[in-house]
């Protein structure tokens, strides 16, 4: 079945700087790529994804990149805020969602 | 639209009770999911449903069991509950399947002693 792996596990930046965040698969039939976010205490929420078909998706300070034949995918957030602290998983489904193990950014 | 409601917020079991997680909806999604999240590990899927009366396992189903009579309930079962079930529990809820946004409930915190 697909694998995710996600990295860092942890993520500080100082508010005001870009941070990212990487995500590898091994199922090359995986064809939509969600981001989640999750604050304290709360489910995940989705703040963007992209499909297999595109490879780059940008919505306000968030983007994600796609790399199809590398099978792997990534997170910018430019101009981090204090608000931007929180958890955030990546995901590949083709059928079954399989997601990163998270990465818990702080935003100082 | 209330969104995907679960209850309870917080559990404490002793080993070898049972319980019934809800979870309910009330936006007519097809799709259901139940999933755990433990620790550094992400989110393992349970069980889900396609539809009322279809139901089928995930990565992790052992010990775990589901009924969908309605389109929007839910409910997870956990019989004779051990410390390995101890977790973070979430369901979801989507218009389709694959593809598609997952929207999330806020989460049972269960703890097994």
């Known amino acids: 079945g697909e694998n995710v792996e996600q990295h860092p596990s942890t993520l500080s930046v100082q508010e005001g700087d870009s941070a990212v965040i990487k995500c590898t698969y091994s199922?090359?039939?995986?064809?939509?790529f969600p981001w989640y976010k999750q604050e304290l205490g709360k489910g995940p929420q989705l703040i963007i994804d992209i499909r297999s078909n595109v490879g780059e998706k940008k919505d306000q300070r968030i983007a994600v990149t796609l790399n199809k034949t590398a099978k792997h995918f990534s997170l910018h957030i430019t101009e981090t805020q204090p608000e931007d602290s929180a958890v955030y998983f990546c995901a590949a489904s083709r059928g079954d969602m399989r997601f990163g193990a998270g990465t818990r950014l702080t935003v100082k | 639209n209330a969104g995907v409601t679960q209850t309870p917020k917080f559990r404490i079991l002793k080993i070898g009770q049972s319980m019934t997680l809800q979870c309910a909806q009330d936006?007519?999604?097809?799709?259901m999911y139940w999933y755990r999240q433990d620790p550094g590990m992400g989110l393992k899927l349970i069980y889900y449903?396609?539809?009322?009366?279809?139901?089928d396992k995930g990565e992790v189903p052992n010990g775990y069991n589901v009924s969908r009579s309605t389109t929007e309930d839910f409910p997870l079962r956990l019989e004779l509950a051990a410390p390995s079930q101890t977790s973070v529990y979430f369901c979801a809820s989507s218009t389709q399947g694959g593809g598609h946004e997952q929207y999330f409930g806020p989460g049972t915190r269960l703890t097994v002693t």
């Open positions: 199922d090359s039939a995986s064809n939509y």
């Open positions: 449903s396609v539809g009322a009366g279809i139901t």
């Open positions: 936006m007519n999604h097809n799709y």
